[in-house]
């Protein structure tokens, strides 16, 4: 029997936030939990597990991912940012502390979410118009700001001219 289940581990190599990490994760297990249960960095929510809130977001090789939508095995060898990465030396992100400035956040469970989507988004588009962002996290679900804060927040962020490197690992 557990022959059985060490035959269904599987080894997962990924760097997070700069630093390697090696794990042997059953094969169903999604990367969501992974990065939560296993690397212990509970800024990634999880909020549904269907693919529908967002706030699982995590940046992988550069594209902003649901990490509740793939299994931590399909991230070997990959770069993953998360929220805790996104802070250097102590200073907020821009992106951070627009959130914080514009009040883009209440209870702020989907705010990692957000933040993370937002910064794969500037990346993308640093430009963007306001219509342009509530496309950008329209994958982002808040059940308490009405978002007009969230999209404030994020325009802001764009106006600073965010330097957003996707792989700062
Ligand atoms: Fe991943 Fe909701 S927990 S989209
Ligand atoms: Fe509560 Fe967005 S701030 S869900």
Redesign the pocket.
């Known amino acids: 029997m557990a022959e059985g289940r060490a035959s269904r581990l599987k080894h997962v190599h990924v760097k997070v936030n700069g630093k390697a990490y090696e794990d042997m994760v059953e094969s169903r297990m999604l990367l969501a939990y992974f990065i939560r249960e296993r690397l212990g960095l509970t800024g990634t929510h999880i909020g549904c597990d269907t693919t529908n809130c967002g706030a699982c977001t995590v940046i992988l090789d550069g594209r902003s991912v649901k990490s509740c939508s793939m299994f931590a095995v399909q991230a070997d060898g990959a770069e993953v940012l998360t929220i805790e990465g996104l802070a250097k030396e102590g200073k907020l992100h821009p992106i951070q502390e627009q959130f914080w400035e514009n009040h883009g956040?209440?209870?702020?469970?989907?705010?990692p979410g957000?933040i993370m989507q937002a910064y794969w988004f500037l990346k993308e588009n640093p430009n963007p118009s306001e219509e342009e962002v509530r496309q950008g996290i329209s994958g982002n679900?808040?059940?308490?700001?009405g978002y007009q804060n969230i999209v404030k927040a994020i325009m802001e962020a764009a106006k600073m001219r965010v330097e957003v490197p996707v792989r700062s690992m």
């Open positions: 956040l209440q209870c702020g469970f989907c705010t957000f679900l808040c059940r308490c700001t």
